[in-house]
C-alpha cells in the first residue's frame, strides 16, 4: 500500500493560507489523494479528493504535483475554526480502501 | 439528523468481555466501514461491506466480527477484549464504495478495556 508522510505540526495566522503538505512517493497512477480533517475527538470529515489535476472546492484547493508524488492541501482564508489534525490519504489500489497517514496537527492563531 | 451515527459514545469494560458497538447510517449508502484510531491518533480501516456482503477484511483478530443485519446497519462485536483494544472506533458510510465515494464518518466510539 502506498504511504504518506506528514508534518507532525503547523501554525497559521487566523486570515492567512495554510498551505499543508503530504509526501505520497510510491503512489500508483490509478490511487486517489484524499484529505480529511479531525476536530478535537469528532470523527474525520471529508474535504477534497484528487487524481493529478489540481481541484477546488467550497472549503480549500488541492494541488497534486506533475509526478503525482507529493500534493498541498490549501485553506486560502485560515480561520480560528480550522484549527484540526488534517490527514492526508491514498486510496489502495484503484479500491475504497482509504490509507491514512499520521495527520498534522493545524494551529490557526489570532 | 445525523448521517452516521455509533452507540454508544463511550464503552468502558473489564478484559475478558464481550463487546458490541452500533452503527446506523441514514444517507442510503451501499458501503459501511470500521475504522480503528488508536492512542496516536492513527487511523486504520478494519472491515468494509457493501450491501451486506465483506469487501475488505483487514488483518484484525477474529475476535472482531462485524455483522450487517441490513445495508443501513453495521455493528462491530469484540469477543475476550484485550487492553490493546482500548480505541476510538468509526463507523463510516460511502454511496457504492467506489475509489472516487467520499466516506462519511460518525462520531467514534471510544472504548476503554481495564
Known amino acids: 500500500d502506498a504511504k504518506t508522510t506528514q508534518p507532525p505540526s503547523m501554525d497559521c495566522a487566523e486570515g492567512r493560507a495554510a498551505n499543508l503538505p503530504c509526501n505520497h512517493s510510491?503512489?500508483?497512477?490509478?490511487?486517489?489523494v484524499y484529505w480529511y480533517r479531525q476536530i478535537h475527538s469528532q470523527g474525520p470529515q471529508y474535504i477534497i479528493h484528487?487524481?493529478?489535476n489540481n481541484e477546488t472546492n467550497e472549503m480549500a484547493s488541492l494541488i497534486i504535483t506533475e509526478d503525482r508524488k507529493s500534493s498541498t492541501l490549501i485553506l486560502p482564508h485560515a480561520t480560528l475554526r480550522d484549527t484540526a489534525v488534517y490527514y492526508c490519504?491514498?486510496?489502495?489500489?484503484?479500491?475504497?480502501?482509504?490509507?491514512f497517514g499520521t495527520g498534522t496537527r493545524l494551529q490557526v492563531f489570532p | 439528523d445525523t448521517a452516521v451515527s455509533q452507540t454508544p459514545k463511550y464503552l468502558v469494560t473489564q478484559m475478558g468481555n464481550d463487546k458490541s458497538i452500533k452503527c446506523e447510517q441514514n444517507?442510503?449508502?451501499?458501503?459501511m466501514y470500521w475504522y480503528k484510531q488508536d492512542s496516536k491518533k492513527f487511523l486504520k480501516i478494519m472491515f468494509s461491506?457493501?450491501?451486506?456482503?465483506?469487501?475488505i477484511n483487514e488483518t484484525v483478530p477474529n475476535r472482531f466480527s462485524p455483522k450487517s443485519p441490513d445495508k443501513a446497519h453495521l455493528n462491530l462485536h469484540i469477543n475476550s477484549l484485550e487492553l490493546g483494544d482500548s480505541a476510538v472506533y468509526f463507523c463510516?458510510?460511502?454511496?457504492?464504495?467506489?475509489?472516487?465515494?467520499?466516506?462519511?464518518f460518525g462520531p467514534g466510539t471510544r472504548l476503554t478495556v481495564l
Open positions: 444517507l442510503g449508502h451501499d458501503t
Open positions: 461491506y457493501n450491501n451486506k456482503e465483506l469487501i
Open positions: 484528487g487524481l493529478k
Open positions: 490519504a491514498i486510496t489502495a489500489f484503484n479500491t475504497d480502501k482509504l490509507i
Open positions: 463510516a458510510s460511502s454511496q457504492d464504495g467506489r475509489v472516487t465515494d467520499t466516506q462519511y
Open positions: 510510491t503512489i500508483s497512477g490509478n490511487e486517489y
